[in-house]
């Protein structure tokens, strides 16, 4: 995943890095446990965008 934040230009592939798979993370258990989803796969990738976005 630091190779690929590296590749977009990410400096602090690090923390990046965790954010993203902390996201990760809470996204697989709401996705196992919560009732929609669709939902659940359009808010993480505006969460991801977020965090990329800001490490820009």
């Given at each position: 995943m630091k190779d690929l934040l590296g590749e977009?230009?990410?400096h602090d592939r690090d923390?990046?890095?965790?954010q993203l798979i902390m996201l990760?993370?809470?996204?697989m258990v709401t996705?196992?446990?919560g009732p929609?989803?669709?939902a659940l796969a359009n808010t993480l990738l505006q969460a991801t965008r977020a965090?990329?976005?800001g490490a820009r």
């Open positions: 977009l230009g990410i923390a990046v890095a965790d990760r993370d809470g996204g996705g196992y446990l929609n989803p669709a965090v990329l976005d």
